[in-house]
């Protein structure tokens, strides 16, 4: 059987940043994942990150996808793709397929990097051709330079919402409405306005009531709703589009840390089911870690961070690092955590995270990693 | 090709060169880019139904584009449920809009099941 | 404030914003508007301003200030601001018209000399202007800078164009 130091499962932004910091630390590091290329969902965000000047804001984050790829493979950090992780036994053999056949390898430690999927939401034609997700409209327009639709009906107003509105605007598509339940905006105003002031028309307190056409959408109508989340009849408005993108909320996907037997919280400001895991970012299967949006659903640079925690945490309990070695690297990086997470938007995670620590005694009983040398 | 291509973009810049292929779409010739998705170059030519559900034979095209809900399957040479957002374009293919779970069954010499 | 069910600062809110100049300012220099006004964890602003101009400090939630007296109007930080929320403006001209540059990440591009339409923060159109300029360079990172002439009395008022194309 293929034996590795540590296995990272996930090669996206949380998982490549683990990997990096393991290696850095000394660890042999094997990174499987299921698709063709790296970066998960880096490469697909075009737009400025924010965030401190000191940690990478203000690059796209394409560019940060491409500068840590080139980083993990510096590092002599072994990159499986095409290769899908379906089991985890005994909390070290992970098991894999790739393609025409299943392998195994015997990890020392694991770090789950697995990301979150996208939501759904019913309604009346929400399964015509035309009505997909906003990362799939994402993924279409910036990494196969597709168009998915001309005319498109935006649902959902947080950042996702936002932001992948005014990206379709850039390649090419029109916006013809942002749709939000809430009775405000979601995601960062300075989004928002980007997109009103290229002629997009936001509707807080409306939702989608239905779409129609014959093979395809053709035409959609948005209603008002009410305090009870009931749309009101009468405040109909029909719109003209062929596309409805749905960015209404992203739900971890932790089925191996379910199949590995980690104990779950279910915490609604993370997205759902999350793992339980410690600052050190262990769940309560010892040696297996987590670390990004699988986690806890949150940005692109709080997954990085938190990947680069689960790296250097799971190689000092490899033995790589010492545990003071380990608490000075991590600092730098719990810092900028706390700084992403700061502020009136950050709060849902901060609470999501907070509730997490504080019904800890829920899931487990062990809350420290043992150190290495 | 058409105007769903993004020949040209404000920040990815333009579209990098790949070697054309040509895909069938049932009796249709469909052009297409060397590795990229299946799903892409039916985007492309405008082709909104991937699949019909087995029990009412509604349409069915693209959900999650990562490869992870299972709403874009279609034929592929032959072989029914695959996942056209993430299986990559090959010169001659053949993609069929797929009818519920498909055939199962191959037309070989050997009359296997 | 109506940004969060809109979508869209209004004239009065962004005039009390830190990030705004006072009008005595506006009208004696080219220099920044920084339409920013919410505690988001962010501070490109704040590194690009090589004057000193910008302040958000710590935390870096902080609503950015402007010290209106030290911008020189270069534009870095419009162009860095990952929430293309700054806009420089000059209402040094005599001609009733103003001079606007707004961060451009669209195509194609305006061209030199070309009459556009202008739109407010609501995405209305409120009237026409002339590109006099685009700029793009390396250190843009992709954010092209496109400079308008418009109506003076619309400095406050404008800002995105629409091409007529």
Not at chain 1, 106 to 131: C, H, M, Q, Y
Not at chain 1, 148 to 163: A, D, E, H, K, Y
Request: with cysteine.
């Amino acid at each position: 059987m293929k034996q590795a130091e540590i296995v990272v499962i996930g090669a996206g932004p949380a998982g490549l940043s683990a990997a990096a910091a393991a290696a850095q630390a000394g660890a042999q590091v094997l990174v499987i994942d299921e698709n063709a290329e790296p970066g998960g969902q880096l490469f697909k965000q075009i737009h400025k990150f924010f965030g401190a000047s000191e940690h990478r804001a203000g690059q796209r984050g394409v560019d940060i996808g491409h500068e840590l790829l080139e980083e993990v493979e510096g590092l002599g950090v072994e990159v499986v793709l095409d290769a899908s992780v379906w089991g985890i036994y005994d909390g070290s053999t992970v098991a894999v397929a790739s393609q025409e056949y299943s392998w195994r390898v015997k990890a020392d430690r694991i770090v789950l990097a697995t990301g979150a999927t996208e939501n759904g939401l019913s309604f009346r034609g929400w399964t015509l051709p035309g009505v997909m997700g906003a990362g799939c409209a994402q993924t279409m327009m910036n990494v196969h330079r597709v168009l998915p639709g001309q005319r498109v009906v935006m649902v959902g107003s947080g950042n996702v919402g936002l932001i992948v509105a005014y990206q379709l605007l850039q390649a090419g598509a029109e916006v013809v409405a942002v749709v939000d339940a809430l009775p405000r905006v979601g995601g960062y105003p300075v989004h928002a306005a980007k997109i009103a002031r290229a002629g997009v028309p936001i509707y807080t307190s409306y939702s989608v009531k239905e779409a129609d056409g014959d093979e395809c959408v053709e035409k959609v109508t948005i209603w008002r709703v009410d305090d009870r989340w009931q749309g009101v009849p009468g405040s109909e408005i029909e719109l003209d589009a062929d596309t409805v993108t749905l960015a209404v909320g992203l739900s971890p996907m932790a089925e191996l840390a379910w199949v590995a037997g980690c104990r779950f919280l279910h915490i609604p400001e993370l997205g759902g089911h999350v793992p339980v895991h410690s600052a050190y970012m262990e769940t309560t299967v010892p040696g297996i870690y987590v670390a990004g949006d699988v986690s806890g659903v949150e940005e692109a640079s709080c997954a990085m961070e938190e990947g680069r925690l689960a790296g250097l945490w799971a190689a000092s309990a490899a033995g790589r690092l010492s545990v003071a070695a380990a608490v000075a690297a991590a600092a730098p990086h719990e810092a900028s955590l706390a700084r992403l997470r700061s502020g009136p938007f950050g709060a849902a995670a901060r609470g999501g995270k907070l509730a997490m620590d504080g019904r800890r005694d829920e899931a487990w009983g062990q809350t420290l990693t043992r150190g290495g040398a | 090709m058409n105007e769903s291509r993004i020949e040209i973009h404000p920040i990815l810049g333009l579209r990098p060169e790949r070697r054309q292929v040509t895909i069938h779409f049932g009796d249709r010739p469909l052009p297409a880019y060397e590795g990229e998705p299946i799903a892409a170059a039916l985007l492309a030519a405008g082709i909104r139904v991937f699949r019909k559900t087995s029990k009412r034979g509604e349409p069915r095209q693209l959900f999650c584009g990562i490869g992870r809900c299972t709403d874009c399957v279609m034929i592929v040479d032959d072989l029914p449920g695959v996942r056209t957002c993430v299986t990559p374009v090959r010169d001659g293919m053949r993609v069929e809009e797929q009818d519920g779970r498909g055939r199962w069954e191959r037309e070989r010499g050997g009359g296997e099941p | 404030m109506s940004i969060l069910e809109d979508g869209y600062f209004t004239l009065e809110e962004v005039l009390a914003l830190p990030g705004c100049p006072s009008p005595e300012a506006m009208r004696g220099r080219r220099v920044a508007v920084v339409e920013c006004g919410h505690e988001l964890p962010c501070n490109p602003c704040e590194t690009a301003c090589k004057a000193g101009a910008l302040t958000v400090g710590t935390p870096i939630t902080n609503v950015p200030k402007i010290d209106a007296a030290c911008c020189d109007g270069c534009g870095i930080c419009m162009v860095d601001c990952p929430g293309l929320a700054i806009f420089i403006l000059d209402l040094t001209r005599d001609d009733g018209r103003a001079e606007l540059w707004l961060p451009y990440e669209f195509l194609p591009l305006p061209e030199m000399g070309e009459a556009v339409l202008l739109r407010d923060r609501a995405g209305s159109v409120v009237g026409e202007g002339q590109v006099t300029k685009v700029r793009q360079a390396k250190r843009f990172d992709r954010t092209a800078v496109v400079q308008v002439l418009v109506p003076e009395e619309l400095a406050m008022t404008v800002r995105a164009i629409a091409l007529r194309r």
